[in-house]
T-cell receptor
Framework: GAGVSQSPSNKVTEKGKDVELRCDPISGHTALYWYRQSLGQGLEFLIYFQGNSAPDKSGLPSDRFSAERTGGSVSTLTIQRTQQEDSAVYLC??????????????FGEGSWLTVV | DAKTTQPPSMDCAEGRAANLPCNHSTISGNEYVYWYRQIHSQGPQYIIHGLKNNETNEMASLIITEDRKSSTLILPHATLRDTAVYYCIVRVQGTGGFKTIFGAGTRLFVKA
């Protein structure tokens, strides 16, 4: 697609429920990144993919968080047993690859998650 | 951890040039400097990037010092809509490739 697309744009869920957030990267981009931003805070790196492989999962805040990418395109970030502190905007980005520092990453508009 | 340091906030008068500094003293030879900005909690918007040479596009200019340890983003004629948080980023080599770590950024206030 023309840009990074994320869905849903807004999600309100009850504490304890599972949620799935979807990211569709720019066509042809093999690298995909997930970030989290709590209200008034900076961007927190979560995980990135090169193709379907996630070489660095160190940013995932707990084992309730997982992400997958299939077919080298769409990625899903899953949060199990959501807690109120998970409320944030989840941002996805993509780039041509992670092989060069010179590959620009482009962001989607984010998925706003509110856990009540 | 982010490899860059920026002032937490700056003011600029509308119509004047906004000069946003960034220090990246530990930058490696193959690491690019990127600038993004974020308005409220929208997705960060790419502005410009560079390796060694100064760069200019329709949004801004990027001046990188000869030793590459610092850079300056220049918005030539700031408008009220340029009020945002500006992030200076060095993409660092991580496990499996380059990743992008954001620091706290500079909150730019453009005033009428």
């Amino acid at each position: 697609g023309a840009g990074v697309s994320q869905s849903p744009s807004n999600k309100v869920t009850e504490k304890g429920k599972d949620v799935e957030l979807r990211c569709d990267p720019i066509s042809g981009h093999t690298a995909l990144y997930w970030y989290r931003q709590s209200l008034g805070q900076g961007l927190e790196f979560l995980i990135y993919f090169q193709g379907n492989s996630a070489p660095d999962k160190s940013g995932l805040p707990s084992d309730r968080f997982s992400a997958e990418r299939t077919g080298g395109s769409v990625s899903t970030l899953t949060i199990q047993r959501t807690q109120q502190e998970d409320s944030a905007v989840y941002l996805c980005a993509s780039s041509l690859s992670t092989a060069s520092s010179g590959n620009t990453i482009y962001f989607g508009e984010g998925s706003w998650l509110t856990v009540v | 951890d982010a490899k860059t340091t920026q002032p937490p906030s700056m003011d600029c008068a509308e119509g004047r040039a906004a000069n946003l500094p960034c220090n990246h003293s530990t930058i490696s030879g193959n690491e690019y400097v990127y600038w993004y900005r974020q308005i409220h909690s929208q997705g960060p918007q790419y502005i410009i990037h560079g390796l060694k040479n100064n760069e200019t596009n329709e949004m801004a200019s990027l001046i990188i010092t000869e030793d590459r340890k610092s850079s300056t983003l220049i918005l030539p004629h700031a408008t009220l809509r340029d009020t945002a948080v500006y992030y200076c980023i060095v993409r660092v080599q991580g496990t499996g490739g380059f990743k992008t770590i954001f620091g706290a950024g500079t909150r730019l206030f453009v005033k009428a």
